[in-house]
Antibody, heavy 122, light 107 residues
Framework: QVQLQESGPGKVTPWDTLSATCGVL?????????WSWVRQTPGKGLEWIGA???????NYNPSLKSRVTISVDKSRNRISLKLISMTDADTAMYFC???????????????WGQGTLVVVSS | DIQMTQSPSSLSASVGDRVTITCRTSPDISDHLAWYQQQPGKPPRLLIY???TLQSGVTSRFSGSGYGTEFTLTISSLQPEDAGTYYCQNYHSAPLTFGGGTKVEIK
């Protein structure tokens, strides 16, 4: 049974960078699948930020591609999210998720973390 | 991007009622559609994938149907624990996109 545990700063100053991590428990991050970050805001609902394959290949939402980096740390069995130039619009709950197949376009998301709330505020 | 339109945005129904939620997409996404349930303070939970396949461990009160551009999620007999918000999701093409959600309340 996979468990995903997000960790984030809670508060980010405008124009700073969000750095968040997701610890993966119960399964190796090198298993043949994709891992994504999804965020949720009251205004825009659920938004897919991007994904990382266990091999390290990323796939980003074009709407955020210029600001986001997702990476995999096999030694710590975790994935990381960096989002630069944060504004009020980036205030959200950030979820780490696992895809059910080795292709994000072949199957759904089958596991979600509890999420980490990030507020952009000075 | 695949556009996902859910309706209604909210509904209120009684225990035992049959409830139907619709998700329309543009363009066609074959059967690459999933449904999730989110209860307050919790992350979404997978209910249905491939438009009509019930996820392991999910009660058979939930069912899904549809293909192409129109999909439905049906709760056959609404129970108190079914209160929450339901989302459809496209995994036919990137970027992955979600519907706006349907909030289900129990009368």
């Amino acid at each position: 049974q996979v468990q995903l545990q997000e960790s984030g700063p809670g508060k980010v100053t405008p124009w700073d960078t969000l750095s968040a991590t997701c610890g993966v428990l119960g399964v190796s991050i090198s298993s043949p699948t994709w891992w994504s970050w999804v965020r949720q805001t009251p205004g825009k609902g659920l938004e897919w930020i991007g994904a990382i394959h266990h091999s390290g290949t990323p796939n980003y939402n074009p709407s955020l591609k210029s600001r986001v980096t997702i990476s995999v740390d096999k030694s710590r069995n975790r994935i990381s999210l960096k989002l630069i130039s944060m504004t009020d619009a980036d205030t959200a709950m950030y979820f780490c998720v696992r895809h059910s197949t080795n292709d994000i376009l072949s199957g759904p998301i089958d596991s979600w973390g509890q999420g980490t709330l990030v507020v952009v505020s000075s | 991007d695949i556009q996902m339109t859910q309706s209604p945005s909210s509904l209120s129904a009684s225990v035992g009622d049959r409830v139907t939620i619709t998700c329309r997409t543009s363009p066609d996404i074959s059967d690459h559609l999933a449904w999730y349930q989110q209860q307050p303070g919790k992350p979404p939970r997978l209910l249905i994938y491939a438009a009509s396949t019930l996820q392991s461990g999910v009660t058979s009160r939930f069912s899904g149907s549809g293909y192409g551009t129109e999909f439905t999620l049906t709760i056959s007999s609404l129970q108190p624990e079914d209160a929450g918000t339901y989302y459809c999701q496209n995994y036919h093409s990137a970027p992955l996109t979600f519907g706006g959600g349907t909030k289900v309340e129990i009368k």
